[in-house]
């Protein structure tokens, strides 16, 4: 039987073999999406016959799993099973993307699933996005080029753990700006301090722009397989143009001949973001879903 502990910053260099190689370029099957919110979602994890389970509290549903990462997936889910029939559940699993539900439907007798347009990944060209040619890029590349004659010589360089003081104290009040009684929004703000203060332990790319001596804003990123993940991206939104910079030159950056896809990630619904993300002409929106097994 599966045993579960509490997932904690310790263990990040256990599970971070395990994720990596799940490749599905969806941004939940990334170490840091998986860190950032493990107390968010009360996630839990077990290692067994080099399989890695991860189970959690998603919205809801109080037993969730993430499919099992390593090994044969019809063993782990073997295991799952077995873990929920002793828990005397059904199981359920969270951000399963189109090939993973295939495999659950294949799995069980009857599932059931749902998803939504604001959970769904943005994935771009990685190319295209750097390039930013033609009519369908002009509204980007306009946003860029203001902002490169309002700050010709912005900087946009990597962030080491000397530029950590400073760019906490913009972080700091950036978020004054925000609603702080949003849970997520809470918690988000405490995992991104957290990597900031163990930055060369998360060993993520990461890069702060400046103009003069002033912190304009920051990201951070992860690359798994042919992806290059952006996690996060802040930044003093009174600066017409800061945003398209930050994101053109940290693809610029990061982007190798073996990175070919670039994940923006979800809008969440919200409109301002999905107008920015969808202006960038994804070339897949990668489908997420809930999926609770109904017979096993």
Known sequence: MLEFKPLTLDDLDRIRPYIQAART?????????????????????????DQLFIKMRYFKQEQTFMLPYGGSLTAGLDQITAWCQGAGCLPSFAAVTDDGLSQLQAYYRKVSSQTSLGLADYIYDAQEFIQLQGKKYSTPRNHINRFIRDYPDFTFEPL??????????????????????LPMVEEEARKIEEILDHLEHYRLPAAVLRYG????????????????????????????????????????????????????????????????????????????????????
């Open 160 to 181: 080491t753990p000397a530029d950590v003081p400073e760019v906490k104290a913009f972080f700091a009040e950036f978020n004054q700006d925000y609603n702080k009684d």
């Open 25 to 49: 370029r969806s941004c939940d099957d990334t170490v840091t999406d998986m860190m950032m919110w493990r107390d968010y979602f009360n996630k839990s994890y077990c290692i067994d016959h």
């Open 213 to 296: 001596n002033a912190v304009l804003g920051f990201t951070i990123g992860e690359i798994v397989g042919d992806t290059l993940f952006v996690h996060v991206e802040k930044a003093n939104t009174n600066l017409p143009g800061v945003y398209p910079v930050m994101s053109h030159e940290f693809a610029l950056q990061q982007v190798t001949d073996a990175v070919s896809f670039i994940n923006r990630e979800e809008d969440m619904d919200d409109p301002g973001l999905r107008r920015s993300k969808e202006g960038y002409n994804p070339v897949l929106m990668l489908a997420k879903h809930a999926v609770t097994v109904e017979q096993l």
